[in-house]
């Protein structure tokens, strides 16, 4: 499978996931000049930022490696835009999380809430 059309299926099954636990999807691919958020969830009284990474024959060292420190500061940087845009969700917690589909050792789905935050 070409690996857009793997990352298109893994972001199907990240948002069927969420939705299945409650989640109301707000956006799917998100964009900016300074990124892209793959899901934007609503849960209650959180906004969720997730990142889906679908990893077929990746480990925790290739999860570590495509999450890095300047990866995950344009996901912050982006959300900041969104929330600057959409100010309604203004007085939500916020939160990021990943979301890793296929990988081996994990179960199909692994939601890793709060998996970073902003760096100060």
């Given at each position: 499978?070409?690996?857009?059309?793997?990352?298109?299926?893994?972001?199907?099954?990240?948002?069927?996931?969420?939705?299945g636990k409650g989640y109301r999807?707000?956006?799917?691919?998100?964009?900016?000049?300074?990124?892209?958020?793959?899901?934007?969830?609503?849960?209650?009284?959180?906004?969720?930022?997730?990142?889906?990474?679908?990893?077929?024959?990746?480990?925790?060292?290739?999860?570590?490696?495509?999450?890095?420190?300047?990866?995950?500061?344009?996901?912050?940087?982006?959300?900041?835009?969104?929330?600057?845009?959409?100010?309604?969700?203004?007085c939500r917690y916020v939160r990021f999380?990943?979301?890793?589909?296929?990988?081996?050792?994990?179960?199909?789905?692994?939601?890793?809430?709060?998996?970073?935050?902003?760096?100060?």
């Open positions: 499978m070409h690996s857009r059309a793997r990352g298109a299926a893994g972001e199907q099954k990240a948002a069927d996931f969420l939705a999807i707000v956006e799917r691919n998100w964009r900016t000049r300074r990124g892209e958020i793959n899901i934007i969830a609503d849960t209650g009284d959180t906004i969720v930022f997730a990142e889906v990474k679908t990893l077929p024959s990746g480990n925790l060292q290739t999860l570590e490696k495509e999450l890095g420190r300047l990866k995950q500061k344009r996901i912050v940087e982006t959300a900041k835009c969104f929330l600057s845009k959409y100010r309604q969700y203004n999380d990943v979301i890793v589909v296929d990988m081996p050792d994990f179960e199909s789905v692994y939601h890793i809430e709060n998996a970073f935050s902003e760096y100060v």
